[in-house]
């Protein structure tokens, strides 16, 4: 059977109904250089009004220009004619739908799927030297592809869960949310108070699959968490608690160090504020020398003991893995070791912390996995990075960067996380898995 013009137009083109004319090279305002290929309508004509009943007149025509996907290393235009006809009677106006053509966006359904697709791992900038079209374009595009298709871009609701904050330059506070069994980025909120993570979590799908959530200890994610997730426990993020540990020391180094000539000042906070931070396994030679010297200086002993209670504090966690008896025992003597000197009073404010959270931080034990919050602080520098590469996103551009970057969607794919993803989409495939450069090396516009 031979082919008609028609066919070719369609298998090679993507749109039916359209006869070729001619094609011609051209360039933007800025001297881009592009191929323009010139089409008109040769499908059927609507002659009865689909409203009133009434005859149809012809209306003139009208020229559509449609970007495609490149084709030969150029950008492509097509500029569609076709017919349109008018009722006189009602003004309704009937004009032809060309297929494959999204006449609002004046492009191609391959080329938006295209464009949204690169935009996940490249500049703006690299996907609209292939478009005659500015990065600015591109940029549009793509968030428009993100509002399009949010419902068709979800993750399965995760039993442990992450929850942490960051603050981004021009955009303010975003919360971050993980999937901490399987070290994926799950949502990104814009803001944190309690009545944007309440709404939230109301709308989140199968919330009562949430068991566990980790957080800091933020008090509006307590009270999100219980009116939201029936099945859910908040638990804190021992990070946190333990880091109190070393702001601890440094308000006692600081005590000392205001009692001290500039000199003295100076080369404690140099020699010491690091080294009083480390863990004892960690300490080289050299500081473990430091340490033990303190012990003979009475008038920097105090930084010795703040060191001991440190240590002893982080070994609640570390000595008791499995145990959440012997931790809370070990948390008592803990705090019957602080000294009663007032120089201590760092320590007791985070003996009294511990109480305000008893329940939440020793909820660790409980938890079936050792759940911490390390991934969604990763997330956090991540998500920092990406925006700085990109020089300003708007929240969308750089939600839509982090939950779809190659990395976090391969990994939901293998752990068959994607509740609703591409597979629900007729035409183009919404992501692509390829393997592409490093990531490092998206530093977009």
Same mark, same amino acid.
């Given at each position: 059977?031979?082919?008609?013009?028609?066919?070719?137009?369609?298998?090679?083109?993507?749109?039916?109904?359209?006869?070729?004319?001619?094609?011609?090279?051209?360039?933007?305002?800025?001297? @881009?250089?592009?191929?323009?290929?010139?089409?008109?309508?040769?499908?059927?004509?609507?002659?009865?009004?689909? @409203?009133?009943?009434?005859?149809?007149?012809?209306?003139?025509?009208?020229?559509?220009?449609?970007?495609?996907?490149?084709?030969?290393?150029?950008?492509?235009?097509?500029?569609?004619?076709?017919?349109?006809?008018?009722?006189?009677?009602?003004?309704?106006?009937?004009?032809?739908?060309?297929?494959?053509?999204?006449?609002?966006?004046?492009?191609?359904?391959?080329?938006?799927?295209?464009?949204?697709?690169?935009?996940?791992?490249?500049?703006?900038?690299?996907?609209?030297?292939?478009?005659?079209?500015?990065?600015?374009?591109?940029?549009?595009?793509?968030?428009?592809?993100?509002?399009?298709?949010?419902?068709?871009?979800?993750?399965?609701?995760?039993?442990?869960?992450?929850?942490?904050?960051?603050?981004?330059?021009?955009?303010?506070?975003?919360?971050?949310?993980?999937?901490?069994?399987?070290?994926?980025?799950?949502?990104?909120?814009?803001?944190?108070?309690?009545?944007?993570?309440?709404?939230?979590? @109301?709308?989140?799908?199968?919330?009562?699959?949430?068991?566990?959530?980790?957080?800091?200890?933020?008090?509006?994610?307590?009270?999100?968490?219980?009116?939201?997730?029936?099945?859910?426990?908040?638990?804190?993020?021992?990070?946190?608690?333990?880091?109190?540990?070393?702001?601890?020391?440094?308000?006692?180094?600081?005590?000392?160090?205001?009692?001290?000539?500039?000199?003295?000042?100076?080369?404690?906070? @140099?020699?010491?504020?690091?080294?009083?931070?480390?863990?004892?396994?960690?300490?080289?030679?050299?500081?473990?020398?430091?340490?033990?010297?303190?012990?003979?200086?009475?008038?920097?002993?105090?930084?010795?003991?703040?060191?001991?209670?440190?240590?002893?504090?982080?070994?609640?966690?570390?000595?008791?893995?499995?145990?959440?008896?012997?931790?809370?025992?070990?948390?008592?003597?803990?705090?019957?070791?602080?000294?009663?000197?007032?120089?201590?009073?760092?320590?007791?404010?985070?003996?009294?912390?511990?109480?305000?959270?008893?329940?939440?931080?020793?909820?660790?034990?409980?938890?079936?996995?050792?759940?911490?919050?390390?991934?969604?602080?990763?997330?956090?520098?991540?998500?920092?990075?990406?925006?700085?590469?990109?020089?300003?996103?708007?929240?969308?551009?750089?939600?839509?960067?982090?939950?779809?970057?190659?990395?976090?969607?391969?990994?939901?794919?293998?752990?068959?996380?994607?509740?609703?993803?591409?597979?629900?989409?007729?035409?183009?495939?919404?992501?692509?898995?390829?393997?592409?450069?490093?990531?490092?090396?998206?530093?977009?516009?």
């Amino acid at each position: 059977m031979p082919v008609t013009t028609n066919d070719f137009v369609k298998e090679f083109f993507g749109i039916s109904d359209c006869s070729l004319v001619k094609t011609e090279e051209s360039r933007t305002d800025d001297g @881009k250089s592009f191929q323009k290929i010139y089409f008109d309508y040769c499908g059927q004509e609507e002659r009865v009004c689909p @409203k009133c009943g009434e005859k149809l007149y012809k209306h003139g025509k009208r020229e559509l220009n449609v970007v495609d996907t490149p084709m030969g290393g150029k950008a492509v235009l097509f500029v569609i004619s076709f017919p349109r006809r008018r009722c006189s009677k009602c003004g309704y106006l009937w004009q032809p739908v060309i297929n494959n053509v999204i006449e609002n966006r004046k492009m191609t359904e391959r080329a938006y799927f295209d464009i949204a697709q690169r935009s996940l791992r490249t500049t703006f900038r690299d996907v609209a030297v292939d478009y005659p079209l500015t990065h600015v374009t591109v940029k549009n595009v793509f968030e428009d592809f993100l509002e399009d298709y949010k419902e068709k871009l979800r993750f399965e609701t995760p039993a442990f869960l992450g929850i942490d904050e960051i603050k981004i330059k021009k955009i303010g506070e975003i919360t971050v949310i993980t999937d901490l069994e399987h070290r994926t980025i799950f949502d990104m909120l814009k803001g944190r108070n309690q009545e944007i993570l309440t709404e939230y979590f @109301k709308k989140m799908p199968n919330r009562e699959r949430v068991f566990w959530v980790c957080s800091d200890m933020y008090r509006p994610f307590e009270k999100s968490i219980a009116t939201t997730m029936p099945n859910a426990q908040w638990v804190i993020d021992h990070f946190h608690v333990v880091m109190k540990a070393n702001e601890a020391i440094d308000t006692i180094r600081r005590s000392l160090q205001a009692d001290m000539d500039k000199t003295e000042r100076v080369n404690t906070k @140099k020699g010491l504020a690091y080294t009083l931070k480390t863990r004892v396994f960690d300490l080289t030679p050299e500081e473990a020398s430091k340490i033990r010297l303190l012990r003979e200086n009475p008038k920097l002993y105090p930084l010795a003991v703040a060191f001991d209670l440190k240590e002893d504090f982080f070994g609640i966690w570390d000595n008791n893995p499995a145990s959440k008896i012997n931790a809370q025992q070990n948390f008592a003597e803990w705090k019957k070791q602080i000294p009663e000197d007032p120089i201590f009073d760092s320590f007791r404010d985070l003996a009294k912390t511990v109480h305000n959270f008893y329940e939440q931080i020793f909820h660790y034990w409980d938890c079936p996995i050792a759940i911490t919050n390390g991934y969604t602080e990763c997330a956090n520098r991540l998500i920092r990075e990406t925006n700085i590469r990109g020089r300003g996103y708007s929240f969308e551009t750089l939600r839509g960067r982090s939950l779809y970057r190659r990395s976090n969607l391969e990994k939901m794919i293998k752990e068959g996380r994607l509740e609703i993803g591409p597979s629900l989409l007729a035409r183009g495939s919404l992501f692509t898995t390829e393997a592409v450069e490093d990531e490092s090396n998206l530093d977009e516009d």
